[in-house]
């Protein structure tokens, strides 16, 4: 698994039911709560929403007692505050769990739970090839690491598509939509005017100030 963040680690979790898995992270960890460099959103505000927590739960029992216990705050999902171009959402009493809490918290309370073999300090710089299969991954203090099975939880400083290349894969060009982030298919967002931007050039183009 290239990459210890949220994503390799819940996909360790999985796998390690049935594999035997070793996850490699450029950063160094500790098994405190700290912030990490390789996680630059990090310091941003974090919620963990409904169906998150559920599945987490699922993979963790008791994880979120354990968060609330770290200083997480619980709270009903109906009395989030949500403010949209049209105003104040009323809020309702839904009995949803809603988790406000920090990134390296979770991450680190997921991390201690996880069985599989964590190895901070990897730098991965790339796939080994033998008879045009990936037999592991290449380091670059530790040389070739095998595996059975590479999986790329590397996030946004992914050079997968460069490694994939350079073993003469044809590279893919990446997907794109021109639908609003979520956006159902087979539907149309309507564009509103936000009042409070005056931005001439605002990217959303639905802001008073932005272009038509």
């Known amino acids: 698994m290239v990459g210890g963040g949220i994503a390799?680690?819940?996909?360790?979790?999985?796998?390690?039911?049935?594999?035997?898995?070793?996850?490699?992270e450029r950063d160094e960890l500790s098994?405190?709560?700290e912030y990490r460099a390789g996680v630059p959103q990090g310091r941003h505000v974090h919620g963990l929403l409904v169906r998150g927590g559920?599945?987490?739960e699922g993979l963790f029992p008791g994880l979120r007692d354990e968060l609330v216990a770290a200083g997480a705050v619980l709270a009903d999902a109906g009395d989030m505050r949500i403010l949209n171009p049209l105003g104040w959402l009323a809020r309702t009493r839904t009995g949803l769990?809603?988790?406000?809490?920090?990134r390296p918290l979770l991450e680190t309370a997921i991390r201690r739970r996880v069985t599989a073999e964590i190895v901070d300090g990897v730098h991965v710089t790339g796939l080994s090839?033998?008879?045009g299969t990936v037999d592991g991954v290449l380091t670059r203090d530790h040389g070739k690491i095998g595996a059975d099975l590479v999986v790329d939880a590397s996030g946004r400083s992914s050079k997968l598509?460069?490694?994939l290349a350079e073993a003469g894969s044809r590279r893919r060009s990446p997907r794109s939509s021109t639908r609003a982030p979520g956006t159902p298919r087979g539907s149309t967002p309507r564009r509103r005017t936000s009042p409070w931007c005056t931005?001439?050039?605002?990217?959303?183009r639905t802001c008073r100030g932005g272009a038509r």
């Open 161 to 163: 598509a460069n490694w």
């Open 97 to 102: 769990p809603l988790l406000s809490l920090s």
């Open 54 to 56: 559920e599945l987490l």
């Open 31 to 33: 098994d405190e709560v």
């Open 199 to 204: 931005r001439k050039a605002c990217p959303r």
């Open 8 to 24: 390799g680690l819940l996909a360790a979790r999985v796998l390690s039911e049935a594999h035997d898995v070793v996850v490699l």
């Open 129 to 131: 090839l033998r008879d």
